[in-house]
């Protein structure tokens, strides 16, 4: 368990510095920059929420379902995560450029369409995600590098990367919306999970 919690906080250190680095640009340079944060934690292979929902068994050996341990381990590992996204944004705010700001804008465009929306559109970035860690996992990375800017500009939620953010969001605004994150943030959580098994559930099996 206390290796899992190291693992999962260096992804989502990651993760943060990934999502620093877009939010410094904020254009496509950055949405290639945010590739380093995946490429560092399938590198390292290293515990991703996003990359470890699609693969995590959701059955024993047996047969049996082990969807309750399962959830329970993808619980985890994305708290785990979430804690190193916190670790890099109190660094973040030591940066003179205006990270807050452009976080805050990603945050607003979120509240603006809702939690419902946000949470069907994340199920794009799970489905990304689980295809180009499958390539990775293969030795392929150049679907990882086109992957990830894809889902950043058709703006899917990727529910760490937006912990990141709203983790930076000056804490004056997160206050004032602190109960429509509570409902969106796991809206995003969910919709992840859906994309990211999507080819499980949906494709034919054999």
């Not at 995590?56 to 979430?82: H, M, T, V």
């Not at 950043?152 to 429509?180: K, Q, R």
């Amino acid at each position: 368990m206390l290796n899992t919690f190291r693992s999962a906080l260096i992804s989502g250190i990651a993760i943060g510095i990934a999502g620093w680095g877009f939010l410094a640009y904020n254009n496509i340079v950055g949405a290639v920059l945010f590739s380093f944060g995946l490429l560092t934690v399938v590198g390292y292979k290293l515990p991703l929420y996003t990359g470890t929902a699609g693969f995590i068994p959701l059955r024993d050996e047996q047969g049996r379902s082990c969807w309750l341990s399962a959830i329970g381990k993808l619980l985890f590992i994305l708290l785990s995560n979430i804690a190193g996204c916190l670790l890099v944004s109190l660094l973040s705010r030591l940066s003179p450029i205006d990270l807050g700001g452009a976080a805050q804008r990603i945050l607003e465009s979120r509240l603006a369409i809702g939690p419902l929306r946000a949470g069907l559109l994340a199920i794009g970035c799970g489905f990304i995600m689980t295809t180009v860690v499958t390539f990775a996992r293969q030795g392929n990375m150049l679907p990882l590098l086109f992957g990830v800017p894809l889902f950043i500009n058709c703006g899917f939620p990727h529910c760490l990367a937006d912990a990141f953010y709203y983790l930076t969001v000056p804490v004056s605004y997160t206050g004032a919306h602190m109960a429509e994150l509570l409902v969106l943030y796991p809206c995003l959580v969910v919709g992840n999970f859906v994309g990211c098994n999507l080819y499980r559930f949906v494709a034919p099996k054999g």
